[in-house]
């Protein structure tokens, strides 16, 4: 998009001093209040981690600069404004995935915006599109899981809940769409380390998530730490400029992640000093650098000598001063949003509501909902753990980790809403710590196993905690740590009916858990009100609809075990395990049965339909899910590719025809050239409840 005239007329005006110094981004609370208050009236362009009273002492030393050029205010509000302890906290991205729900997750992102703008702040760095094929990655929770369709739509959903109609609008602010590119297929899932993806690959699996964030009118993308082929990403030029510019269309600003120029020097050593490292980040197309405060300095010296040209730093702080014209801030640099909306009742209740459709029950022998027990014991350091409920990028852990910060209610752990809903229902109720993922001198089993003596159910939470999430905490081992497996055994041999609860951020590899257990649910980090959804599940207060964005390993040398797989795996199985998941993207259980019927699909408009029907005895909402198989290609092709789905909602004995328009290029790839096409041939479409072949209708068609 083409400048206006006032960003050309402020180019014209700046100094290279003022340019240079508008593609920094310094981070407060490393910098501390003076070295950032300096740098303001430098005329540094963005700061992060900077909330209230603070941000406006900033900005205000920013607007009484020459030219009062506003700051942009950046934080990791991710899942809602939760670095702010009194603000409204939502299941994580992997949890509101499990919804399969646009609209839960739109409404996600118009909570925190609303939120972050109140405290006057204007940019979040979310939504994360990178996918999750490897569960061993520390960052899984942060993702929508391991399919780029689903995670192009709830993306592009999160986006627009955060930006609006318009950006300058007081209750909006600028998205980031994140870590381009590729970042989570990290070699042996290790965080930033080198991607071993071609670009053919990149283009076919991680490229389309990103240009749903364009279309969508995403203002910023952020670079990921790692790299492609050993080339870092903040050095790609090709990716940045020739694809992500030229070939996707966007034209809003981009920003490294975090320390990346530093980092081309230190860790990646692609660049001998930072002089060569911030060449290499300006001529890539980055127009902004975090936490790369040498940047300023060196780029000086690089334009002064000759060695950049100018006119690549013009690019670059044409891009900020666009958004930040798009955004309103030279009108008004300070975002408004609801004056006391910060965790309002309302915020709370849509909170709530994303933790309930987060819910997804994977196993019930029947146990479930549990209405007839007279004494039920709750298990597991993580059932009255609201720092594990949480996971991470809370204010817990972010921007700099505070363990001993009390919980700001409201919240309710499992064991709270438990207890209460159990007393409400004339229940007795006991708990005990039992042992958590990490080993601890609480860990007491034979304590645990005496409080579940005569009881008619036990609900066991098993997971893991803050100290096993994030970036840098990678996992070699995924089965459940500590001695939770133990635990299970030792609980087993009361002959009680077990509830597994798996209060988690990623899946786990659960073993003798899952297949012994009676009844399975999976929570992930369902936020300040995770606990109650789980709780209103167990009882029956809730029908559970959630369904696997992910998919969960038998064992971690399993992986990875995502079901959109190439063919070809002499003999389909290890020799000491199946091919299969322990569960699969796109499965679920709920209190009725969902059967299917009728498919059929006419070629020549590309329309498919199927009869769906709710054969139990309670109302249950649907994700009726559509994929397809390319059965003869130029290159190789998933077994499976999910490329639609609809959500119904059905009352008992309800019968619906539901019909879905496709398009040819729902079933295109991109062939050996790097080109996306539609090749003509054999597809097989394939309709059901989840990924698993034998939860799914088929039918054969051809393009011409």
Known sequence: MKASERVEALLVQMTIEEKIAQMVQIPYAQTGREESLRWAKLGAGSFLH????????????????????????????????????????????????????????????????????????????????????????????????????????????????????????????????????????????????????????????????????????????????????????????????????????????????????TSLVRNQHVAADGEEASLLAALAGNDMMM??????????????????????????????????????????????????????????????????????????????????????????ANGNDIRAQYGDWTYFTHPRPTPRQDAVRPYTTIWESVKKLAEENGMACEYAYGCGPVPSTRDDLEDAVQAAQGADAIILVVGDEISQIGEAKDRANLMLSGSQIALFARLRELRVPIITVLLSSKPLALGAVADETDALIVAFNGGAHGGQAVAEAIFGVLNPSGRLPISFPRHSGQVPVYYNQLPGWHGGNYCDLPQTPQFAFGEGLSYTDFSYAELWVDENTLTASV???????????????????????SVLTPVKSLTQYRQIFLEPGESRQVAFQLSRSDFSLVNQREERVTEPGEFILMIGHSSRDEELLQAHFCLK
């Not at 709710?614 to 059965?631: H, I, K």
């Open 50 to 261: 900077v909330l209230g009273d603070n941000a406006r002492e900033i900005q205000q030393a920013a607007l009484h600069t020459r030219l009062g050029i506003p700051v942009l205010f950046g934080i990791d509000a991710v899942r809602g404004h939760a670095l702010n302890d009194h603000a409204t906290i939502f299941p994580t991205q992997l949890a509101c995935a499990c919804s399969w729900d646009r609209e839960i997750v739109r409404e996600m992102g118009r909570v925190t915006a609303r939120e972050v703008a109140t405290d006057g702040l204007h940019w979040t760095f979310s939504p994360l599109l990178c996918l999750s094929r490897d569960p061993r990655w520390g960052r899984v929770n942060e993702t929508f899981g391991e399919d780029p369709y689903l995670t192009g739509e709830l993306a592009a959903a999160l986006i627009e809940g955060y930006q609006g109609d318009d950006l300058a609008s007081p209750e909006s602010i600028a998205a980031c769409a994140k870590h381009f590119i590729a970042y989570g297929e990290a070699t042996g899932a290790r965080d930033a380390n080198d991607s071993s993806v071609t670009y053919r690959k990149v283009r076919e699996v991680f490229l389309p998530p990103f240009q749903k964030a364009v279309d969508a009118g995403c203002a910023t993308f952020m670079t990921a730490y790692g790299a492609i082929d050993g080339t870092p990403l903040t050095a790609d030029r090709h990716m940045l400029r020739d694809i992500l510019r030229d070939e996707m269309g966007f034209d809003g600003l981009v920003v490294t992640d975090w320390s990346n120029v």
């Open 291 to 380: 936490n790369s405060p040498e940047f300023y300095e060196c780029a000086l010296r690089l334009v002064r000598e000759g060695k950049l040209d100018e006119a690549v730093i013009d690019g670059a702080v044409r891009h900020i001063l666009t958004v930040k014209e798009r955004m309103g801030l030279f009108e008004h640099p300070e975002k408004t949003g609801v004056p006391g909306c910060i965790g309002c009742q309302e915020h709370q209740q849509a909170a709530l509501t994303a933790a309930r459709r987060s819910v997804t029950m994977l196993k019930n022998n029947g146990v479930l909902p549990l209405q007839k027990a007279k004494k039920i014991a709750v298990i597991g």
């Open 611 to 633: 009869r769906v029907t709710n054969t139990g005895n309670r109302a249950g909402l649907e994700t009726v899910q559509v994929y397809f198989r390319d059965c003869v290609s």
